[in-house]
């Protein structure tokens, strides 16, 4: 049966993604996707959908605010836009997002039915029934603004949704996931990220089957007129008890608030790990790989990570600030995105991919060689400081064409 599997703390962030970012994240997104559902199959990719460390380092991999509530928006739009015309071939199809689009995916899934030959009406159900329990079965103090539901020709499903509290400023995205999933009111979620923030009101816990049955009675005897004076009773006599049961205890992700990211945010061993293995393997496989033009030692150590969101473990996700060393971030944080580098990236994987359904894997194998030499080095290797690689980046900016949403980057 599916469950939480974990929890994070998202800072609300205000403003949209440009649109020289978009284009690109819609492209790169859909590689990626593409990538590991040709090595690992459709219901891989959904699982690490599923997975908020990963879902969280796919978005920082793509240029994107490394610890923002906006990852979550900018992510379900660029698969929607880029796995649209691929949705024939992948058989995945990306419904709903954020406010009027969410309220669409009912209908969205009904038509897909029709087209793809699955229970639309059903999936549509279903869709309507997790925004329920995540927005009045577990109130937790986050209202929900966001709703991705991403289809397999199969019927196979997962499903990302949002919620904010204005008052904290933080965001909550939940997770859900089909496979497994034998009830929707016992503890049901993949996972849901956000910072535990006192007792709250859970009725989706196995644990609240009779809380739920007692409830149902309660309505059923005594009406809603006697519900409000038993409640008015209670509100002013009611001695508050303690609590019975604590939630099972979940791995924790904290995006903190600071924008810059810092030496305790990733795991140092492995960002240098993926610098060796670019330094390592960047001329051995430049045969393979790197014959696109213009293609050179930077753009294999963003490959590196890449290559890593494709193949990595869901161990490997715990830090997914790192990934934002790949193709920086629109903010400045923690470098302007070097377009250079960006589209040098989105050419090589477009060309392994063509070349990988022609059953020519050189270059796939070669991406592969890349994360596996990083996993290999990271047990011994050393290098730089954050900010020393950090500060290396700004002085390189303007020649990679490092822009962000303040202009472009000058000397």
Not at 27 to 33: M, Q, S
Not at 78 to 99: I, Y
Not at 210 to 238: C, F, K, N, V, W
Request: net charge neutral.
């Amino acid at each position: 049966m599916s469950k939480r599997s974990g929890s994070a703390d998202l800072p609300l962030h205000g403003g949209r993604v440009p649109p020289w970012l978009s284009d690109r994240m819609t492209r790169l997104g859909a590689l990626i996707a593409e990538a590991i559902v040709h090595h690992y199959g459709r219901d891989e990719f959904l699982c690490r959908l599923s997975h908020p460390f990963w879902f969280q380092s796919f978005g920082s991999v793509m240029g994107m605010d490394w610890h923002s509530s906006g990852i979550t928006t900018s992510v379900i739009g660029a698969l929607k836009r880029g796995l649209k015309p691929l949705s024939g071939e992948l058989g995945l199809h990306v419904c709903g997002g954020r406010g009027a689009q969410s309220r669409k995916t009912p209908e969205e899934l009904v038509d897909i039915g029709y087209r793809v030959g699955i229970d639309g009406a059903r999936l549509a159900g279903v869709s309507r029934l997790v925004a329920k329990v995540d927005s009045a079965a577990v109130q937790d103090g986050f209202d929900l603004y966001l709703h991705g539901f991403i289809v397999a020709d199969d019927g196979k499903w997962v499903v990302v949704q949002q919620g904010m509290n204005d008052e904290r400023r933080q965001a909550r995205r939940y997770h859900w996931l089909s496979e497994g999933l034998e009830s929707f009111l016992d503890s049901p979620h993949r996972a849901i990220e956000g910072r535990g923030q006192g007792n709250i009101i859970n009725l989706a816990d196995r644990r609240a089957d009779r809380s739920r049955l007692g409830q149902l009675d309660i309505l059923a005897t005594l009406g809603p007129d006697g519900i409000a004076r038993e409640a008015s009773a209670l509100a002013q006599s009611a001695e508050p008890e303690a609590v019975v049961a604590e939630q099972l205890i979940l791995p924790h992700l904290v995006m903190p608030a600071h924008h810059d990211v810092r030496a305790g945010d990733i795991v140092m061993k492995r960002l240098h790990g993926s610098l060796a293995a670019a330094a390592d393997r960047g001329p051995t496989d430049y045969q393979d790989l790197l014959l696109v033009p213009g293609v050179g030692a930077r753009t294999v150590k963003a490959l590196a990570m890449v290559a890593e969101v494709v193949h990595g473990a869901p161990c490997r996700f715990s830090d997914p600030a790192r990934f934002s060393l790949a193709h920086g971030g629109k903010d400045r944080h923690p470098f302007p995105v070097p377009l250079k580098v960006y589209d040098e990236t989105i050419r090589v994987m477009k060309s392994a991919i063509s070349k990988g359904k022609l059953g020519r894997e050189e270059e796939l194998a070669a991406l592969k060689r890349l994360d596996i030499q990083s996993r290999q080095m990271e047990q011994y290797v050393t290098g730089p400081d954050l900010k020393e690689i950090i500060a290396g980046e700004f002085r390189d900016s303007e020649h990679f064409g490092g822009r962000s949403v303040f202009g472009w980057e000058r000397r």
